[in-house]
């Protein structure tokens, strides 16, 4: 059977950079950053060696109606946000309810709510912890809500396959359309995980950076001394369906969603593969499905998440999937200005890929002062035209425990 050609019609976000996409994009085209000191006193009060992290610009309590945020945990009302603004930019397709699924994500899920209700119990006893405890921590509510909200019966299925989350997520959405389990889907991810246990125990691990003096250049893809990725925080929600379905609604279309890889490294529960084995292939299966050649692809969005280790493992899987010819297309490591959103960064940079092929043009990696020697990548450090004609980009994802993922796009 021929495949159904699959494409993009609406984009929402609410990210460090922005509360929605239009204000995200701008400020990383302008190279902005969304790292800054947390307002708190956890790093004093605990001891966490590291005291800033990327939060969502705008507050999910200055969009939602408190009653409804009250029965969401953080991740779930940024998903909510995000996945509004995307319905609505896909135009409100009017689609049957058993013909629209969802198909969403989270690394961590209702990390607040549980530790929120840890505390209420601990201090107040089992009477005052809220009932709504477990719907609110699940790693599903954030499928569940979005769901509910648009009636959504089709499906509503999640992944939490860490920080590969919801690139898998859309990969997912693009078989579930080839196989005609739904004609719309509601893909992307969230993440609200910015609290002092993961900042105390990323830190135990010497993954976060530790440039307290500096928040704003700590998250520094592939510089000589890079020491570790920023925690941030928000949501990416993309509205995905046949090209069959988006042109006879008169839809409008950003991109065609191409292709998705997904593989294991089998090799180490957080070291990626230092081959790049399990990532090089995610980029074969993904340009596969494509029915594309290395050769044709024209811009990449990295996972470069700013570890000494990891950002080498990459450019090992990239030298593995394009040859030599990888020093020649233009990377893009927008990490440096949004920190590292877990379960939600893939989608946001599914968008961050979209766009740049919409406006062909190639965001900047900020923070890049002196390239690292051992990643020889042609690094885009000021917005960068990526020419005419048929444009293709691929965006990778990798996770804690082998978890690989990668998205080809295509543009219209």
């Known amino acids: 059977m021929r495949p159904k050609k699959i494409v993009v019609t609406g984009l929402g976000t609410t990210s460090p950079l922005g509360g929605n996409v239009q204000d995200t994009w701008e400020a990383l085209l302008a190279g902005e950053s969304g790292t800054h000191t947390l307002e708190n006193d956890w790093a004093e ?23 409804e945020a009250k029965r969401l945990d953080p991740s779930a009302q940024f998903a909510l946000i995000s996945a509004r603004e995307a319905w609505a930019d896909a135009g409100t397709p009017d689609v049957a309810p058993e013909r629209l699924g969802v198909d969403y994500a989270t690394g961590i899920g209702g990390l607040w709510s549980l530790l929120d209700a840890w505390d209420t119990l601990r201090e107040k006893g089992s009477r005052r912890v809220l009932p709504m405890t477990v719907p609110m921590l699940m790693p599903n509510a954030a ?11 089709a499906f509503a299925r999640t992944v939490a396959s860490a920080c590969a989350s919801s690139t898998e997520s859309i990969a997912n959405a693009y078989e579930h359309l080839q196989l ?11 993440e609200s995980a910015i609290h002092p246990i993961t900042l105390a125990s990323f830190s135990s691990m010497q993954a ?41 609604r008169g839809a409008h279309i950003y991109a065609e969603v191409a292709g998705g ?12 593969d230092p081959e790049g084995r399990g990532a090089s292939r995610a980029i074969a299966q993904a340009l596969e499905q494509a029915d594309a050649t290395a050769a044709e692809v024209n811009h990449i969005n990295a996972h470069a998440t700013s570890t000494p280790v990891g950002d080498i493992a990459e450019y ?7 040859g030599d010819r990888i020093h020649e297309i233009p990377v893009s490591a ?8 877990l379960g939600g960064t893939g989608a946001l940079e599914a968008i961050f890929t979209i766009l740049a092929l919409r406006d062909r043009t190639a965001p900047p990696t900020i923070n890049l002062t002196e390239q690292d020697p051992e990643i020889p990548l042609d690094v885009v450090t000021s917005p960068r035209a990526l020419g005419d004609g048929p444009l293709l980009a691929i965006s990778n994802s990798f996770g804690f425990g082998g978890h690989n993922a990668v998205l080809a796009f295509r543009s219209v």
């Not at 005609?180 to 969230?190: M, T």
């Not at 570790?228 to 929600?237: P, R």
Request: no cysteine; net charge negative; aromatic share 6%.
């Open 261 to 272: 890889g997904v593989t294991a490294d089998s090799y180490h529960i957080t070291a990626s």
């Open 316 to 322: 090992a899987a990239l030298k593995a999937a394009f």
């Open 45 to 67: 009060t605990y001891g966490i060696p590291v005291n800033f992290a990327a939060k969502a610009k705008v507050r999910p309590e200055e969009v939602l109606e408190r009653p």
């Open 180 to 190: 005609g389990l739904a004609d719309v889907i509601i893909a992307g991810g969230a």
């Open 143 to 153: 499928a569940a809500a979005l769901s509910m909200n648009f009636e959504a019966r």
């Open 334 to 341: 927008t990490k440096g200005a949004t920190g590292h959103l």
């Open 208 to 248: 976060l950076s530790r440039r307290n003096d500096s928040p704003e250049t700590a998250s520094r893809p592939y510089n000589v001394d890079r020491d570790g990725f920023v925690m941030g925080e928000g949501a990416a929600s993309l509205v995905l369906e046949t090209e069959e379905h988006a042109l006879a």
